[in-house]
C-alpha cells in the first residue's frame, strides 16, 4: 500500500544523501512529488544513472557543514559504496564508507533534525538461519557489512546526545528498473537480453528476500513521518527466494535462456528473510505492493526500452 498521505511534520528541508543512487533518487523524487523540499547531496561515485539527475548538489558528503544544515529537519543517509564482493579486494571502500558515516552522524548532535534514519543492510546479520529479527545478533561476512555495524554503532554513541530518534533502517534486497548491473536481478536481466544466458553464482541454493523499490521508498518516507521511530527496523518483504528460483523467473519471462553457474561468492550467505513484524506495528497501514513476478516483469520493461534508447536519461544505468 502507498503511504501518499503521509508528510514529514516540520519545516525546511529534508537531507538525502547519495541522493543520486538507485534508492537515493527513487526517494528523492518521491519526496519532491509530495511537495517536499529536498536537499539531495551525491558525489557520483556510486550512482547508476549515465547523467547527473536534476536537482542533485555535486558533493562529498564529508564536506557538509552544520552551518549550511542549519535549517534541515530530517535526514535520510544512504550515501555508501555498496558491493559486497569487491569489498573483500577493495580496502578503501569500507574505508570511505566509515568516514562519511562518521562525519553526517557527528554533525546530527549539531544540526538536531527532527528525525534521521541511517540505511544499514540485512549483510550485518551475517549467516543466520529463519527470519531476522533486529534484535538478533550481529555477524558480519564481509568488510562492506562491518562498515555497516560500525555506523549502528555510532548512533549508538550519539543517540545520548540527541534530542531526537536515530532510526536505523536494514535493508533487505532492494531492487526495480535501473539499478546497477553489480546487483543480481539487473544483472541477470541484462544476460538473459543480451547473451541468452544467466550466470548463477555457487550453487543458488541461496536465498534472498526481495524488496520492489517503490515499496522501500514508501517504508522510508512513512518512517520519516511516523509518530514513533524505532532504533532499529527491518525493510523487506518478509518472504525470501532461491537464486535458483529467481533465474529460471527471469529466464522464463523472457524467453530462450540458458541458465549457467560460475563461482560461488567468498563468505556466501545461505539466507536472508526479514521479520518484518516491528515495520508492520509501525506502519500498519504499509505492505509490499509489487510481487516478485511483477517487479521482474517491471525491470525487463524498462530494459527493453533502456536497450532501444527509450529510457529517461536520468533514469538509465551506467555501463
Known amino acids: 500500500m502507498i503511504l ?5 511534520p516540520g519545516s525546511g528541508r529534508i537531507l538525502i544523501t547519495g541522493g543520486a543512487g538507485f534508492i537515493g533518487w527513487n526517494l528523492v523524487k518521491a519526496l519532491r512529488d509530495r511537495g517536499e523540499e529536498v536537499l539531495a547531496v551525491d558525489d557520483l561515485s556510486a550512482s547508476p544513472w549515465p ?8 558533493r562529498d558528503v564529508g564536506s557538509l557543514s552544520a552551518l549550511e544544515l542549519h535549517d534541515i529537519r530530517a535526514v535520510v543517509h544512504l550515501a555508501c559504496r555498496k558491493v559486497v564482493p569487491t569489498s573483500f579486494i577493495d580496502c578503501e571502500q569500507m574505508v570511505s564508507n566509515v568516514r562519511i558515516d562518521r562525519h553526517l552522524v ?7 533534525p527532527r528525525i534521521t534514519i541511517l540505511a544499514s543492510s540485512c549483510e550485518v546479520y551475517g549467516d543466520q538461519r529463519g527470519r531476522l529479527g533486529e534484535a538478533a545478533p550481529l555477524r558480519p561476512r564481509s568488510p ?4 555497516k555495524v560500525a555506523m549502528e554503532l555510532l548512533a549508538d554513541v550519539y543517540r545520548s546526545l540527541m534530542p531526537s530518534p536515530i532510526c536505523v533502517a536494514r535493508l533487505f534486497n532492494t531492487y526495480g528498473p535501473g539499478e546497477g548491473l553489480d546487483a543480481v536481478i539487473p544483472r541477470f536481466v541484462d544476460e538473459a537480453m ?21 515499496d522501500v ?5 512513512g518512517l520519516l513521518a511516523a509518530p514513533f521511530a524505532p532504533q532499529v527496523v527491518n525493510i523487506g518483504s518478509g518472504a525470501s527466494i532461491s537464486i535458483n528460483e529467481l533465474a529460471t523467473r527471469v529466464a522464463k519471462a523472457v524467453g530462450g535462456v540458458r541458465i549457467l553457474h560460475g563461482r560461488a561468492r567468498p563468505n556466501e550467505i545461505a539466507e536472508f528473510v526479514a521479520d518484518t513484524r516491528l515495520l508492520h506495528s509501525v506502519l500498519p497501514a504499509w505492505r509490499p505492493a509489487t510481487g516478485i513476478d511483477a517487479g521482474l516483469r517491471r525491470c525487463i520493461d524498462w530494459q527493453r526500452a533502456f536497450t532501444a534508447g527509450l529510457a529517461p536519461s536520468n533514469e538509465g544505468r551506467a555501463a
Open 4 to 8: 501518499t498521505n503521509y508528510r514529514v
Open 51 to 58: 547523467e547527473r539527475p536534476a536537482g542533485i548538489e555535486l
Open 106 to 112: 557527528g554533525l546530527l548532535a549539531e544540526i538536531r
Open 144 to 147: 562492506y557489512a562491518v562498515g
Open 194 to 214: 543480451r547473451l541468452g544466458q544467466v550466470v548463477v553464482e555457487g550453487s543458488g541454493e541461496q536465498r534472498r528476500d526481495f524488496s520492489y523499490v517503490d
Open 217 to 221: 521508498v514508501d517504508a522510508l518516507i
